[in-house]
């Protein structure tokens, strides 16, 4: 069974242009995400796929693989499916480029469950956030999930309405980190967009839509997907302040 990550960038973002290449303590954004895959136990390979040659000279250059696709790609999900059709494996990690805070033991946790069922086709990871200031954000997607943990729903939307003014309830975020087994993410990309995707603006959507499960997996660790220079800066005070604790104790 052979695994591999891929993390699509680009550098177009209306929000953040260049963030994929934004600076973090000397290092670019996607460098984060790529060393940090790289420590997965279930992951063999990490590739990042892209349309500019900025990107991929850059990666090339911290030593990483990079690979060139079209730029007429609607999705991180289409450009990673034309990245591995030519690529050996069984399943497929698209890890998100503006993710430097992802944890290697999170993207081992997101794979095992299509090592464990083998008709589940994809997963994704989620976390308990009690803060009903935060979950207002748009920027923070939500999902709600059935007894078994597959999810019902996804929304930029605060879902379930109801929590809050439940003081003792908590919302899941969505945290994006997406694992397909390659057959189906090669069948997903073929798929019509869904309206409930162009609605919201999720591409994971289509995966309901058209009648598929998507498992969802809990982990206790969150993460700051970086949409914009605030995020940023947490993220770099974040490290910092990691750095003077590691520090601290060698």
Not at 34 to 58: C, E, G, N, P, Q
Not at 167 to 173: A, D, H, L, M, T
Request: glycine share 4%; hydrophobic share 40%.
């Amino acid at each position: 069974m052979k695994i591999i990550g891929v993390i699509p960038a680009r550098l177009g973002s209306t929000r953040f242009p260049q963030k994929v290449l934004a600076d973090i303590l000397g290092k670019p954004m996607l460098w984060w995400v790529w060393s940090r895959a790289r420590k997965a136990k279930l992951i063999s390979d990490v590739y990042i796929a892209t349309d500019d040659k900025l990107i991929f000279d850059t990666v090339e250059g911290f030593g990483g693989k990079a690979i060139m696709t079209s730029k007429k790609h609607k999705s991180g999900t289409d450009r990673i499916a034309e990245a591995v059709k030519k690529i050996k494996a069984d399943i497929v990690v698209n890890i998100q480029g503006d993710e430097p805070l992802i944890r290697p033991d999170m993207l081992d946790m997101a794979v095992e469950p299509l090592l464990k069922e083998h008709k589940l086709v994809m997963s994704t990871l989620v976390c308990k956030v009690r803060n009903n200031k935060k979950v207002n954000n748009p920027n923070m997607v939500k999902v709600t999930v059935d007894k078994n943990g597959y999810a019902l729903y996804f929304s930029r939307a605060v879902i379930p309405s109801q929590a809050r003014s439940e003081s003792n309830r908590y919302f899941f975020k969505h945290i994006g980190v997406y694992v397909y087994r390659k057959e189906f993410l090669l069948k997903y990309v073929r798929l019509k967009q869904s309206s409930l995707e162009k609605i919201e603006k999720l591409e994971q959507l289509r995966v309901l839509e058209n009648g598929y499960n998507i498992k969802t997996v809990i982990t206790k660790a969150d993460t700051i997907p970086v949409d914009t220079q605030g995020d940023l800066k947490k993220v770099i005070r974040m490290l910092k302040r990691k750095d003077r604790v590691s520090r601290a104790h060698k």
